[in-house]
């Protein structure tokens, strides 16, 4: 392995230690031991569901496929990687599907299917946690998510489809009633507003950075050095997520958004349309993380080809431990950053969407100013070497932003649908999503790195609006503006 990609992870690794170990009394959230146990409680949860769910990262392992054309079915590409999953299973599900047969189509479609089923089922399924409680809907989850790992080991087609909607379904609970249950259980005990920016850091910086490296190294070991097949990171999964589900089940109290016995998931529905509708803010947030979070599942689809578009031979595996590196550096310099009382999120991401805009700029600019090489095969070139450190940067843009925009829901979205309204978020996403998967191939690399930087300028712009508007009230309350929604329906109709 080349030293450029050594210094680099060394580097990173340096410098994420040094923060973490040297922070001042700026830095620290003075917190009580009663919410240090919460905190700590919430953590191990987050880290168990982090290990073996859904994360919609794609992990770009160079298993055993190194020809790029023998996985596409039409204009569904996936360069080097096995599937949008997660991380402990993520770089197994293309090489168990394949195992058992199945071609490149058949595939193309379990894989279309799972978001498909997150924005449809998903949707529905995760707005109930308002309504029926968010603990019994971060247990059905793991009931979900272990039943979508029991499905791998069928070689039937409609089997296995059926595991890809339960794990459609698991991802909107996963990305809605985890972080619903701890906002409310949050206040509920009567803990500091600015505590909960610290939790939302820390379940970055471990859960989306630190587990995702060691989930990786394990279902390494389970597959290569045990001999226990492609599907053993499953079976481990479904062993993380029981376990999880014990915690919960043991040491979580329920809580709900709106539980009044009149309200059914139409109404609701409805209620968080008006919500949106009747709040620029919420609005706002809502555009704003479609269009960072459509422009990073894109990301996912581009750095392989970006990196090796002659077949260079580049670790896969290593480079990606190194973006979840560049991950954990931004959640610590947020955490930093939230600490501060002067210190506004609304202003800061503004910076943080422009740079992660610049930052996907680079693999145009270094294509019009870096000589292109012909030669097949070999090292990473300089291009690709200026490009992954500009991909770390983006990385470390998305650490920053995970807990940044988690602090901002907190504060903008009504605590009667705060799932709801999440998951309203997902549905364009999702859509956003299946486009680019299917439509990946149809355009230049550089067309889609572009499209994705105009993106997330677009999402500085929105994020300016949004601190304008910041100073202004909340909207009204919750149960009168879907009350006001109800009463001026009959008059519409008339």
């Not at 905190?39 to 190194?66: A, G, H, T």
């Not at 299973?89 to 394949?98: A, N, T």
């Not at 145009?364 to 000589?371: A, D, E, K, R």
Request: charged share 15%; with cysteine.
């Amino acid at each position: 392995m080349e030293l450029f990609y050594f210094m680099v992870f060394g580097g990173l690794a340096a410098v994420v230690a040094a923060l973490e170990m040297n922070k001042g009394n700026n830095d620290r959230i003075n917190t009580s031991s009663a919410f240090n146990s919460f905190k700590n409680n919430y953590l191990v949860v987050y880290s168990l569901m982090m290990v073996s769910v859904w994360s919609k990262v794609c992990i770009r392992f160079n298993l055993e496929y190194d020809n790029f054309d023998e996985h596409c079915s039409g204009n569904f590409v996936l360069p080097r990687c096995v599937e949008t999953g997660d991380w402990l299973q993520g770089p197994y599900v293309y090489y168990l599907y394949s195992t058992y047969g199945f071609g490149k189509g058949e595939i193309g479609q379990l894989f279309i299917a799972g978001f498909g089923s997150s924005m449809l089922f998903g949707t529905i399924v995760g707005s109930l946690a308002d309504k029926q409680g968010r603990k019994r809907a971060c247990v059905t989850y793991c009931i979900t998510y272990i039943l979508s790992c029991i499905t791998k080991h069928s070689p039937q087609y409609k089997v296995l489809m059926v595991g890809r909607v339960l794990g459609g379904i698991a991802t909107s609970l996963l990305f809605s009633a985890f972080e619903s249950w701890l906002v409310a259980e949050h206040f509920k005990r009567g803990f500091d507003q600015q505590w909960l920016s610290l939790t939302f850091s820390k379940a970055i910086f471990f859960g989306n950075g630190f587990v995702a490296i060691l989930a990786g190294l394990f279902g390494n070991v389970l597959v290569h050095f045990f001999n226990l097949g492609p599907v053993s990171p499953f079976d481990a999964a479904s062993i993380f997520l029981a376990i999880g589900m014990a915690v919960i089940l043991s040491s979580w109290t329920e809580n709900y958004g709106d539980p009044s016995e009149s309200k059914d998931l139409l109404t609701q529905f409805k209620g968080a349309a008006v919500a949106i509708a009747s709040d620029e803010k919420i609005a706002l947030l809502g555009a704003i993380q479609s269009l960072f979070e459509g422009s990073m599942y894109t990301f996912v689809f581009l750095w392989t080809p970006a990196l090796s578009p002659n077949d260079e031979d580049i670790p896969h595996g290593f480079i990606f431990a190194t973006f979840m590196l560049a991950s954990m550096l931004g959640s610590s310099i947020a955490a930093r950053l939230l600490a501060r009382n002067t210190v506004k999120v609304e202003s800061y991401m503004q910076i943080v969407f422009v740079i992660s805009s610049a930052s996907l700029l680079l693999p145009i600019l270094t294509n019009f100013l870096v000589p292109p090489s012909n030669v097949k095969g070999g090292g990473i070139t300089f291009s690709g070497c200026l490009q992954v450190l500009g991909f770390c940067v983006f990385e470390a843009c998305v650490g920053i932003f995970w807990p940044s925009i988690m602090k901002m829901r907190s504060q903008y979205i009504p605590e009667e649908a705060r799932s709801t309204i999440m998951n309203f978020f997902r549905i364009p996403l999702n859509i956003f999503v299946c486009i680019v998967l299917y439509n990946v191939n149809a355009f230049p690399i550089t067309f889609m790195f572009g499209m994705c930087s105009i993106f997330l300028f677009l999402a500085s712009i929105l994020q300016k609006r949004l601190s304008v508007l910041s100073d202004r009230p909340r909207i009204e309350d919750w149960r009168m503006l879907t009350e006001q929604n109800a009463e001026t329906e009959p008059l519409d109709a008339a």
